[in-house]
Nanobody
Framework: QVQFVESGGGLVQPGGSLTLSCVAS????????IGWYRQAPGKQRERVARISSGDNIHYANSVKGRFTISKDNAKNTVYLQMNNLKFEDTAVYYC??????????WGQGTQVTVSS
């Protein structure tokens, strides 16, 4: 299974921005779907954005207009630009392959904390 290493999280005030990165262990051109997921304390993991090998993109309604997913095939890296962050965006963020991350192993993730 492909593995990802996530980075870029941190502490940010409401309204702030962060850019997350995840580097894949293999050529991402070979991966049909890659998603960014998040898990808040006491909640189930949810997908917030997904990008296909053909650059088709889908966002969860909760982040639409605020988050942007992109990828750099040459670097095997997928990004998540997060703007206008809200308290409810606080979570550990992960990358996953496949429809629901079933084609990859979950990594350590990167913590995003939105706090004033």
């Amino acid at each position: 299974q492909v593995q990802f290493v996530e980075s870029g999280g941190g502490l940010v005030q409401p309204g702030g921005s962060l850019t997350l990165s995840c580097v894949a262990s293999e050529n991402i051109l070979n991966i049909l779907l890659i998603g960014w997921y998040r898990q808040a304390p006491g909640k189930q993991r949810e997908r917030v954005a997904r990008i296909s090998s053909g650059d088709n993109i889908h966002y969860a309604n909760s982040v639409k207009g605020r988050f942007t997913i992109s990828k750099d095939n040459a670097k095997n890296t997928v990004y998540l630009q997060m703007n206008n962050l809200k308290f409810e965006d606080t979570a550990v963020y992960y990358c996953g392959a496949g429809i629901n991350g079933e084609e990859s192993s979950w990594g350590q993730g990167t913590q995003v904390t939105v706090s004033s």
